[in-house]
């Protein structure tokens, strides 16, 4: 089993910056990529990011020029830097590790563990 946990989140205005944390723990050599998904308020949950092992990475065009994601592989910790941030990135953010090489691993399916969350306002 592998447990993954989100912090970094919180309140931010219009234009600023929030980095998010995803820290693994157990099996974490079992772990072929990890991403990062958002949930708003009445809306599905959607793909924002991801890593995989070999170091390449895949961002949604939503956050594309805005936000980066990387690892230290060091600390077993991924990170999403988020810059520009807008009304509309309000949501509650989660980390995900998938298991199995996926030509699809921007979809939920090809995610086998998932965080609690962590929330991201942004707000005037």
């Keep these: 089993q592998v447990q993954l946990v989100e912090s970094g989140g919180g309140l931010v205005q219009p234009g600023g910056s929030l980095r998010l944390s995803c820290t693994a723990s157990g099996k974490t050599w079992d772990i072929t990529h990890t991403g990062w998904f958002r949930q708003a308020p009445g809306k599905e949950r959607e793909f924002v990011a991801l890593i995989r092992t070999g170091g390449s990475t895949q961002h949604a065009d939503s956050g594309r020029g805005r936000f980066i994601i990387s690892r230290d592989n060091d600390k077993g ?3 999403l830097q988020m810059n520009s941030l807008k009304f509309e990135d309000t949501a509650i953010y989660y980390c995900a590790g998938g298991r199995r090489f996926s030509a699809t691993d921007d979809r939920e399916e090809a995610y086998d563990y998932w965080g609690q969350g962590t929330q991201v ?3 005037s």
Aim: cysteine-free.
């Design 121 to 123: 306002t942004v707000t």
């Design 77 to 79: 910790t991924v990170y």
